[in-house]
């Protein structure tokens, strides 16, 4: 027989009890009046010798309810053996999941995690089959299930060590939640191929910081039988604070040449310091600035002021314990100049050509600048000029040359507006549209007035009119306009039409460009359309459509992909090649705009043939907010925690409890046990009773 | 019945009775006291006790002689002894002792100890049967009885008188039970001195189950103020043994305390206390001239009347003693 609590067995040594108060021999609880006690000293219990124990049934009956109560509460079962724990060893899967993230890079972090990690693999039995990835925004093998099976059992853990010493954290972000679900999936994976199902578990061994997403999670369904162990190194140090570069956006209001960049300053919840020092590395007379940050909350700051003539482009945060986040690379912001060719003999002063309307129509921005170069008829148009172009717009007769050189300007993706100001172009349209030049072009005086219907909401060019607020273009009357017929341009577009029905503007597909074709002109004479508010968006809208206005680069974040589209040049195909804050460059393949390597922060430059782009990569946001992130959420988004793993003796040790606990709810012999003292006492109130009832006597006749 | 009392109290006895040898005749108290009328047992004591003394050789005086004085111009002729004039031809006063009514009072300890008894009747009814029968015999005698019961404070008190029913009034109030708590001597004693100005004989009967201290402090004050006292110190055999054998709780009937006894253990301390607070108290009367009798309540009652009288009567010796 096993006891669950033998401790209670120490109960029964309570039998003393009966036995001493049976010695006693403090006869009757009955009293005896006397006159006074003055003369009377109280007598201290006697023991009776042993000889003459009074009443052993009783005493036997009490002895022995003792007994069994303190037997009962120790919760006796009687053992069986324990099956053979099943081969834990042989069927276990484990993923490694080991964060590299930037905020690892606190100090002490790495060496932890690398020996949390080392202590979970020596952990691992000969049967195990183990995988070991590193995460931070993206998830990387470092050995696969098919390595670890691959390496002879010795071999295993000293091998994966040594690769894990290889690696040192990153730059990059956390996405715990992406690393966790791929993991889970590498688990479902192995086990369609393999059909094998043992205990599955996921070891994370990471700083568990409050900015480590866990988005991925959302939504997704844990797959059954996967425990998480989470192994959370955490740093001696806990005051940190981050900067990060709020680059300005086009809807900024304020441009940073008035302000200087502005700057968002974190400090982490947990963190003990609230004063730092903002300074720029590497200028010299640039005075620091102090920010105060509460632990937990931001604050936005403008950079300390430069000296004039000199440009920053590192800012430095100091007066916390951590600085891998104290580092801000950034740029000054740059307009981009945007160059639309217009050829025609007009005067640019002459308010009755479309010139005079288009050179007012673009206003410079702090994004970009466009600037319209007029191009007489006159003078051969060079490569050159066209090259730096992506848009051009042409009101007159043009020669043939312009027209060759257009026409090839188009089948390399550019794209021509060609405006009909008056019926006398037929012959250039016809060349640029690449039809005969026998086109009838005839001129139409609308009898009040034109209007435009029918138009294309869904191209580009009109989309932005699409909302119900701006689609009414009734109040845009066309005086005049050039009737074309439409079967003489087969692949032509109809953006719009005149509400009689005649084509007011057409899109002609010429090579990798397009032809755009506005039959009436804006000027006075023609129509009102400079003078309406759709004129300018439209006119953006065909700039953007020819690939005028790039997307500018300005930040990138550590680890995230960057698109490099705008620094590739209009018409060309050149490779870009990034170089890295290291000197490292990287050519990225002909067509390809996404680069990847942003692995360091700082500034990179890219280049493709004409001047080289620079943008500065940032370590993400979100790292500095390292305050530990609470166990619960992870338990919150459905992922099973697994306690820290035990030593093998304790957990043996565990298990056997577990199985004696089972044991006893099963056999429950304490409840007979109960029962037995409980009928014991009866009987033993009987017992007490009847000898109670002999033994009264009269005590005052006792003399 | 004899309406003349053979004796009188008023000093002398006419002798004493050995005890043993009218033994054989005396009333058991046990029998005496299943007769529930006290007025009737105090009847069959004093009876009882007076047939005893017409055996006895002391009785008969009436008058107590004390001296001749010749006799001047003014005294009563009626108290001329002639036979002495006709012997010496001389006039010769015969003077006697002045024959006064006795003023007793009798004062009864009623506390709740006195409701102790292991004979089957209590101290107190063996205490108001005593008082009864002095009462009784006093008043037979044409005393004047008087009654003070009392506990931790007076309950009653009845002046000294001798009138029909005075008698009757005694009895009643002896027999309302004991209810008082504890025993406190010094209330009634201070009244009895306040109240009775004339010399009086006062008769106490009460266990005196009190502090030693208290006790010789109250007796003083009584012995002091002239009054002749007597002490029947009343207690049960059982207390005067201790003769219990089985270990229990003894409760104090007074104050309800209780205490866990081993008689075996506890005997030989209890007699010793005992002893010393009975041998303290009757020092104490005896340096104070007060008599003190020890009355166990198994010793008949006749008995404890004869020692009253021999008390009185040894008083009354020494009185004349000292006087002469």
Redesign the interface.
């Known amino acids: 027989m096993s006891f669950l609590a033998p401790l209670f067995l120490l109960g029964a040594v309570t039998i003393a009890l009966p036995v001493f108060f049976h010695l006693i ?19 201290p ?2 023991m009776t010798k042993r000889s003459r124990l009074e009443h052993l049934l009783l005493l036997l009956l009490r002895c022995l309810v003792i007994c069994l109560l303190a037997l009962g509460f120790s919760r006796p079962f009687l053992q069986k053996p324990m099956l053979a724990p099943q081969a834990a060893d042989s069927g276990r899967k484990v993923i490694l999941l080991l964060d590299r993230s930037a905020s690892m890079r606190r100090a002490g972090l790495w060496e932890a995690a690398l020996g949390r990690a080392e202590a979970t693999l020596r952990q691992t039995g000969p049967g195990d089959q183990v995988a070991v990835y590193s995460f931070d925004n993206q998830v990387r093998p470092l050995i696969g299930f098919d390595q670890w099976a691959a390496l002879p059992a010795s071999e295993r853990v000293p091998v994966t060590t040594r690769r894990l010493a290889e690696i040192q954290p990153g730059w990059a972000a956390t996405q715990l939640g992406r690393a966790l679900t791929r993991a889970a999936e590498a688990f479902a994976e192995g086990d369609q191929l393999r059909r094998d199902s043992g205990s599955r578990r996921i070891v994370l061994v990471t700083d568990l910081q409050e900015g480590a997403r866990l988005d991925g999670l959302q939504g997704y369904e844990w797959p059954k039988g996967i425990e998480v162990q989470v192994e959370v190194v955490s740093p001696r140090k806990t005051s940190n604070a981050g900067i990060q570069w709020l680059a300005e956006t086009a809807d900024s209001t304020a441009s940073e040449a008035d302000t200087g960049p502005r700057l968002r300053v974190s400090n982490s919840a947990n963190s003990q310091r609230e004063s730092f020092q903002l300074r720029w590395n590497g200028v010299a007379g640039a005075l620091p600035t102090d920010v105060y940050v509460p632990p937990g909350q931001n604050r936005i700051v403008a950079a300390p002021k430069l000296p004039p003539n000199v440009t920053g482009e590192q800012l430095v945060l100091s007066g916390d314990d951590d600085d891998f986040d104290n580092t801000v690379y950034l740029l000054p912001p740059k307009a981009e100049q945007i160059k639309v060719l217009y050829l025609g003999d007009e005067k640019t002063t002459d308010p009755n050509q479309p010139l005079f309307y288009l050179q007012r129509a673009f206003q410079a921005t702090r994004q970009q600048n466009v600037v319209i170069a007029p191009h007489p008829t006159t003078t051969p148009l060079l490569p050159t000029e066209l090259a730096a172009t992506r848009l051009v717009l042409a009101a007159d007769t043009l020669p043939a040359e312009q027209l060759a050189a257009l026409q090839s300007f188009m089948t390399n993706g550019g794209t021509v507006w060609y405006v009909l100001k008056t019926n006398a172009q037929p012959a250039s349209l016809g060349q640029l549209a690449g039809m005969a030049p026998a086109l009838t072009v005839t001129d139409v005086a609308a009898p009040n007035y034109a209007m435009l219907s029918q138009i294309a909401f869904e191209h580009p060019l009109f989309a932005s009119f699409a909302d119900n607020r701006y689609n009414d273009f009734t109040k845009i009357h066309f005086w005049k306009y050039r009737r074309l017929d439409l079967r003489q341009f087969p692949g032509a577009h109809v953006l719009a039409k005149f509400d009689n029905g005649d084509p007011a503007f057409l899109e002609i597909p010429r090579g990798a460009g397009r032809l755009l074709v506005l039959t009436s002109g804006w000027q006075p004479a023609d129509s009102q359309l400079a003078l309406s508010s759709k004129f300018v968006p439209l006119l953006y809208a065909a700039l953007e459509l020819a690939g005028g206005i790039k997307g500018q680069i300005t930040q990138g974040e550590a680890g995230e992909p960057v698109d490099l589209s705008g620094a590739r040049v209009p018409g060309q195909s050149f490779p870009l090649v990034v170089t890295k804050p290291d000197g490292t460059t990287t050519t990225l393949a002909a067509g390809e705009t996404r680069f990847t390597g942003t692995d360091l922060p700082g500034i990179y430059s890219v280049a493709a043939g004409g001047l080289p782009v620079r943008f500065a990569v940032n370590l993400a946001g979100a790292e500095s907010r390292t305050a530990p992130l609470p166990l619960d959420e992870l338990e919150r988004l459905g992922v099973p925690m697994k306690p820290r793993a035990v030593d093998p003796a304790q957990q043996l040790e565990q298990k056997r409890r577990l199985h004696d606990t089972e044991l006893e709810s099963q056999q429950k012999l304490w409840r007979w046990l109960t029962l037995a003292a409980l009928v014991l006492l009866l009987v033993e109130t009987l017992v007490a009773s009847r000898i109670t009832n002999r033994t009264t006597v009269p ?2 006749g ?2 | 019945m004899t309406t003349a009392p053979p004796t009188t109290l008023s000093g002398k006895t006419s002798g004493s009775a050995t005890p043993a040898a009218s033994n054989r005749n005396l009333i058991d108290p046990q029998t005496l006291m299943s007769i529930r009328n006290l007025e009737l047992r105090a009847r069959v004591v004093v009876e009882g006790f007076w047939h005893g003394m017409h055996r006895s050789p002391y009785h008969g005086f009436s008058v107590e002689f004390s001296e001749y004085r010749e006799y001047s111009p003014g005294d009563d002729p009626r108290y001329l002894d002639w036979r002495l004039f006709a012997r010496s031809d001389r006039y010769y006063i015969k003077k006697f002792e002045d024959e006064t009514n006795l003023r007793c009072h009798l004062l009864v300890d009623n506390s709740r100890s006195m409701s102790y008894g292991s004979l089957g009747y209590t101290k107190a009814q063996y205490a108001n049967t005593l008082a009864a029968t002095l009462a009784y015999f006093l008043y037979l005698q044409g005393d004047a009885v008087g009654l003070l019961t009392f506990d931790e404070a007076i309950r009653d008190y009845l002046p000294a008188r001798h009138r029909p029913g005075h008698l009757r009034h005694i009895m009643l109030k002896l027999e309302q039970p004991a209810t008082g708590s504890a025993t406190n001597l010094t209330a009634p004693l201070a009244r009895i001195v306040r109240t009775v100005k004339k010399r009086a004989l006062l008769v106490l009967i009460s266990d005196l189950l009190a502090p030693i201290g208290a006790l010789e402090k109250d007796l003083t004050s009584l012995a002091a103020c002239g009054h002749e006292v007597v002490i029947f110190h009343v207690l049960d055999p059982a207390e005067l043994n201790f003769g219990f054998t089985q270990s229990v709780m003894f409760r104090d009937v007074e104050t309800g305390r209780q205490l866990y006894v081993d008689p075996a253990i506890a005997r030989k301390d209890y007699l010793e206390k005992l002893n010393a607070h009975n041998t303290a108290v009757e020092g104490a009367c005896k340096n104070l001239g007060v008599g003190y009798r020890r009355l166990g309540t198994d010793r008949p009652l006749e008995l404890a009347l004869f020692d009253f009288l021999r008390e009185r009567m040894q008083r009354g010796k020494l009185v004349k003693r000292r006087l002469g």
């Open positions: 021999r403090r006869s009757s609880k009955e009293n005896l009046p006397f006159s006074s006690l003055i003369f009377l000293q109280p007598t219990p006697r005590l005052e006792t003399l």
